[in-house]
């Protein structure tokens, strides 16, 4: 399934407004700067049709503060660069947002692992064909090919995936979307480290 990354598919409501001040900021950028510079998250004119890719989230009361769309392309992030999603509607496929920026085009995808597991608190979704194409060797399930990103029908196949895992951290790979890869955990630093460890057992595996 051929998609063009970086578009929004969902409704949007969106109203410039500021963050929440309780989220640890600092986390997200770190690990935003950490993935832009292993190219798990940036920009390639080569790539995508020249979209930004990658995307990256903190759970938020209400909601959630995601990365802006088309930010992938920066070396780092400022607080402008990010969006607060204060809710989503998956099934009718909605979503509200304020904040300094217009949301992800993943917002949805990373809305949906915060609905379906109330103790997760952080998100990353990168691209890395290298844990792509291994994403059954490595363990990791996949989305259904047919699924396209951003819409309900992915929120239901990460809805069905993150019920059967019955875990409140770890990974999938997105099968209709070339080379996304979705982490999640309690806490940032946790998500951030099994998208590297997914990335040197991939290369593990390449050898």
């Given at each position: 399934?051929?998609?063009?990354?970086?578009?929004?598919?969902?409704?949007?409501?969106?109203?410039?407004?500021?963050?929440?001040?309780?989220?640890?900021?600092?986390?997200?950028?770190?690990?935003?700067?950490?993935?832009?510079?292993?190219?798990?998250?940036?920009?390639?004119?080569?790539?995508?049709?020249?979209?930004?890719?990658?995307?990256?989230?903190?759970?938020?009361?209400?909601?959630?503060?995601?990365?802006?769309?088309?930010?992938?392309?920066?070396?780092?992030?400022?607080?402008?660069?990010?969006?607060?999603?204060?809710?989503?509607?998956?099934?009718?496929?909605?979503?509200?947002?304020?904040?300094?920026?217009?949301?992800?085009?993943?917002?949805?995808?990373?809305?949906?692992?915060?609905?379906?597991?109330?103790?997760?608190?952080?998100?990353?979704?990168?691209?890395?064909?290298?844990?792509?194409?291994?994403?059954?060797?490595?363990?990791?399930?996949?989305?259904?090919?047919?699924?396209?990103?951003?819409?309900?029908?992915?929120?239901?196949?990460?809805?069905?995936?993150?019920?059967?895992?019955?875990?409140?951290h770890g990974a999938f790979a997105m099968g209709g979307?070339?080379?996304?890869?979705?982490?999640?955990?309690?806490?940032?630093?946790?998500?951030?480290?099994?998208?590297?460890?997914?990335?040197?057992?991939?290369?593990?595996?390449?050898?």
């Amino acid at each position: 399934m051929t998609e063009t990354e970086g578009v929004i598919r969902y409704r949007l409501d969106y109203r410039p407004g500021v963050l929440p001040a309780d989220v640890p900021l600092f986390h997200l950028f770190r690990w935003f700067t950490q993935c832009r510079q292993k190219d798990l998250i940036g920009r390639d004119p080569r790539r995508y049709d020249g979209y930004a890719y990658g995307n990256i989230s903190l759970r938020a009361n209400p909601g959630f503060v995601i990365s802006g769309t088309q930010t992938g392309a920066k070396p780092g992030l400022s607080a402008d660069d990010l969006s607060w999603v204060r809710k989503i509607d998956p099934a009718h496929n909605r979503l509200s947002a304020t904040g300094p920026a217009r949301p992800s085009s993943e917002a949805m995808t990373h809305g949906q692992v915060y609905l379906t597991l109330p103790a997760a608190r952080a998100v990353i979704h990168v691209h890395s064909k290298l844990i792509w194409r291994r994403a059954q060797r490595l363990g990791l399930a996949l989305t259904d090919a047919e699924a396209g990103y951003g819409t309900p029908a992915m929120a239901s196949e990460v809805e069905r995936l993150l019920q059967a895992a019955a875990t409140n951290h770890g990974a999938f790979a997105m099968g209709g979307h070339e080379d996304g890869i979705v982490a999640y955990a309690e806490d940032m630093d946790t998500a951030g480290e099994l998208i590297l460890d997914l990335l040197q057992r991939a290369r593990s595996e390449q050898g």
